[in-house]
């Protein structure tokens, strides 16, 4: 299973590529060899390349979320992220050059005066804010904004971005009409494809790879993401085993008064082009031990180490169901809300009468996982099983209603819609 990116894994990804540069093409090969063949370490690599790795801080041209020590500690614990970071990053000094014909300032063995930046002010903190006045422009338009929140417009982990570009960014956040929130995506997105095709800004999303990396440009032309989304279709439901089992919740006791088995996700399958995958649906049942209304929509590739994209609340789903079918959106909506106000009672006498908050907060093991099993069982049997009964029926035998829905759901987990931003993504 692929380790869900953080500020250090997107971070070490950015200070990789860095490396990759100074080091150069033919240099990186010959240095890489070792360690992608696991016969060293990562704490041997960075005592290797300390001196790299000082400078790219101290001169300013990597700028991270997390501090440097913070990140070399990560990659240090998380050898899949090591091996990963030294793929991408020497696959792209490598072949930088053919991911877009018209990247003239991308030279290799090095990229001269594009900075690496991931969580900087400048070029990330100014996309932000870019994409936050195009956001609520079109909520000014349409009555609630496109995107629940900016990775779905771009899921760029890091930036490689000259002193045009950043001076391109500094002048659209200044503008008045993007103070005023007045920003369109249209316009905001064909800054952004000028300055990919000019050679000044190359957004990456960099995923975790196991395997031979490939790189994909999204959004470069939008024939091709039509073309893309008429080729995607549902392709029915997976096999699956409900959760059976029983619990009693009230008054001032809870007890499971039959064995909880089977399974709580639903699985639906989609083919997308050439390449099969599916969506997941799955309630996250708890944060820091209580109730939560987190519900993630996950979609995964065959094959692919690393998720195509997710999204982690139930009404951006209802909303991009709504788009298709807004009888489907409304039942999916009411019966969230009948079986959530179950599961939220259910899970307040369970941690307060039923050990549920004793056993999460206890710091042993196998509390924890009987707390996670208990909750995750809790979710299935109020809300996950009449979800999956719903979305079962729904997509077994699935028309142009079905296929349209999932085409709206896949566009915007995989950030391919309309409105979404240029850039190119590095996976396996």
């Keep these: 299973m692929a380790i869900t990116n953080t500020p250090e894994a997107e971070g070490a990804q950015a200070l990789f590529c860095y490396i990759a540069d100074v080091l150069g093409a033919k240099k990186t090969v010959k240095e890489y060899k070792p360690y992608l063949g696991k016969v060293k370490r990562a704490s ?50 490598e072949e930088v050059n053919d991911i877009s014909s018209k990247f003239q300032k991308i030279k290799k063995p090095n990229w001269d005066n594009l900075f690496y930046r991931h969580g900087d002010d400048e070029v990330m903190g100014g996309m932000a804010i870019l994409f936050k006045s195009a956001n609520q422009e079109f909520k000014k338009t349409n009555g609630s904004t496109f995107f629940g929140n900016i990775n779905k417009w771009s899921p760029a982990d890091i930036y490689f971005a000259s002193d045009i570009a950043r001076n391109v960014i500094k002048k659209l956040i200044s503008n008045s009409e993007t103070k005023k929130n007045n920003l369109k995506f249209a316009t905001l997105n064909q800054r952004i494809g000028n300055l990919i095709d000019n050679g000044e800004l190359l957004p990456l999303s960099l995923k975790q790879v196991r395997k031979n990396v490939v790189i994909k440009k999204v959004n470069f032309s939008r024939s091709d993401e039509e073309k893309l989304l008429a080729e995607t279709f549902a392709a029915g439901v997976k096999p699956y085993k409900v959760m059976t089992g029983s619990f009693e919740a009230k008054n001032q006791s809870f007890k499971f008064t039959k064995p909880y088995v089977g399974g709580r996700d639903i699985l639906v399958s989609l083919k997308s082009g050439k390449y099969q995958g599916v969506i997941q649906f799955r309630h996250t049942p708890a944060s820091n031990g209580k109730a939560s209304k987190g519900f993630k929509v996950v979609l995964k590739y065959s094959g692919a180490s690393a998720l195509g994209g997710q999204v982690s609340s139930f009404d951006i789903l209802v909303e991009q169901i709504k788009i298709n079918d807004s009888t489907f959106a409304k039942q999916m909506a009411d019966i969230f809300k009948k079986g959530y106000s179950e599961f939220e009672k259910a899970m307040k006498i369970y941690n307060e009468f039923g050990g549920g908050t004793t056993r999460y907060k206890s710091g042993n093991k196998e509390m924890k996982d009987k707390f996670n099993n208990d909750v995750g069982a809790i979710s299935a049997l109020t809300l996950m099983n009449p979800l999956r009964k719903a979305i079962d029926i729904y997509f077994r035998t699935p028309t142009e209603k079905q296929h349209n829905v999932i085409r709206s759901i896949f566009a915007y987990v995989a950030s391919r ?3 979404s931003s240029p850039f190119v993504i590095a996976k396996d």
């Design 44 to 93: 041997e690599f960075f005592d290797v390349n300390k001196k790299i790795i000082d400078k790219a801080y101290s001169s300013g041209a990597v700028k991270t979320e997390k501090p440097k020590d913070v990140i070399l500690k990560f990659i240090e614990k998380n050898d899949d992220w090591f091996i990963s970071s030294l793929r991408i990053s020497q696959y792209i000094i």
């Design 417 to 419: 819609t309309v409105n």
